[in-house]
């Protein structure tokens, strides 16, 4: 038995500044503001303002309460922070029930939000690491921008001033443990989630020269939600898996990929809207453009120009880039992908990134 999972809903960030992270994200992100809850719609303690671009929603919460401890003690030790992945499901009751039987820990149980635009019922579980929450969301054909009780919000003039990148939806959720961290939270999502291991890769796989990492992939029964559970490997170099664990306290999210059709306009809009980049090794093109042959037809003095690194095997390909991170933490960052009957994550390109990433860390000290 698994839980029935249609999708990401959105993804929830807790912050010092909900107003600031969010204008971030639509300024150089190019999200737009579509929600907000604050002391204008009656939420006496909390303000979220939520955005969205094409089929991908992020919310930023922050507390206007001193006394919120857990609120508090979550940033305190994350920084600005994804709490919560949400699923879309389509039963939510049902959904919570079967997590709880298998030993899910409750935050909040199912509860009906309803206003003009419909009807929504949500409740959240407790993942198995850093604090994290997964909310099911079930819409029955709610016609709101995003959940009853918010307020609707108009574009930002920031929005049309800019190139926009127009993304289909959330690809995967990175999920960053400790030390041998991975097997304990990949068994939970089996035996909670009823989730399957969708790939894997040790060490022996992803290394570099300084570091390495494994990873486990893992997937509802809809393969509609990926998520790598990754941890670090000890090596020569610390492994970027252990730098962000000690920068957010803990495990915590990584980075979210966004499904792009069109990687070059959303590339290059991120790029104009100041979005920058994990540098991509300088050879990489001149070498990755001889494997490859003719096997792949792509416009490679444009993905040289944008720093967008490809992967490829028999049936297919694909095309990536992860972003630096995105706020004083050397932790959370975004990745755009487009598949092209590809379903992997770019494991040809692990040691590319990992050396643009070592670079990095290099510059942060911390390799
Ligand atoms: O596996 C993925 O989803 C990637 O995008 C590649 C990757 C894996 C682990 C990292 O620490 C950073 C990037
Ligand atoms: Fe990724």
């Given at each position: 038995m698994s839980v029935e999972i249609l999708g990401?809903?959105?993804?929830?960030?807790?912050?010092?500044?909900?107003?600031?992270?969010?204008?971030?994200?639509?300024?150089?992100?190019g999200f737009s503001p579509i929600a907000y809850s604050g002391l204008e719609t009656g939420s006496r303690k909390y303000c979220s303002y939520v955005v969205q671009n094409g089929g991908v929603i992020f919310v930023f919460t922050s507390t206007f309460d001193a006394h919120e401890t857990n609120f508090h003690n979550f940033v305190q030790s994350h920084g600005d922070?994804?709490?919560?992945?949400?699923?879309r499901v389509a039963d939510c009751k049902k959904a919570f029930e079967h997590c709880v039987i298998q030993g899910a820990k409750i935050i909040k149980e199912p509860q009906i939000l309803q206003d003009e635009y419909g009807l929504v019922i949500t409740a959240t579980i407790e993942a198995p690491f850093g604090g994290i929450?997964?909310?099911?969301?079930?819409?029955?054909?709610?016609?709101?921008?995003?959940?009853?009780?918010?307020?609707?919000l108009h574009e930002d003039p920031y929005i049309q001033a800019l190139?926009?990148?127009?993304?289909?939806?959330?690809?995967?959720c990175v999920c960053n443990q400790g030390e041998n961290g991975v097997e304990k939270v990949v068994s939970w999502y089996e035996s909670v989630l009823g989730f399957h291991r969708f790939w894997a890769a040790d060490d022996r796989v992803i290394h570099t020269e300084y570091t390495g990492l494994s990873t486990v992939v893992i997937a509802d029964a809809n393969e509609v939600i990926k998520m790598p559970i990754t941890q670090p490997s000890k090596g020569k170099?610390?492994?970027?898996?252990?730098?962000?664990?000690?920068?957010?306290?803990?495990?915590?999210?990584?980075?979210?990929?966004?499904?792009?059709k069109d990687i070059i306009r959303d590339v290059s809009a991120w790029r104009k809207r100041g979005l920058t980049f994990i540098e991509t090794p300088t050879n990489y093109y001149k070498q990755t453009k001889e494997k490859v042959g003719s096997k792949v037809k792509v416009d490679w003095t444009l993905l040289e120009r944008l720093g967008i690194l490809l992967d490829w095997n028999e049936e297919g390909y694909l095309l990536q880039i992860l972003s630096n991170p995105v706020q004083d933490r050397p932790t959370f960052f975004l990745e755009a992908i487009?598949?092209?009957?590809?379903?992997?994550?770019?494991?040809?390109n692990f040691r590319n990134l990992f050396e643009g990433v070592e670079k990095a860390q290099?510059?942060?000290g911390n390799l």
């Open positions: 990401f809903d959105h993804v929830s960030f807790w912050t010092r500044n909900a107003t600031q992270a969010a204008s971030y994200f639509i300024c150089r992100a922070a994804v709490k919560d992945v949400a699923f929450w997964h909310t099911f969301v079930e819409r029955r054909q709610y016609t709101g921008k995003f959940l009853p009780g918010f307020k609707q190139p926009q990148p127009n993304f289909v939806r959330i690809d995967h170099g610390k492994s970027q898996v252990q730098e962000f664990v000690e920068y957010s306290g803990g495990p915590g999210i990584q980075h979210v990929a966004l499904l792009s487009e598949r092209h009957n590809h379903e992997g994550f770019g494991a040809g290099a510059n942060r």
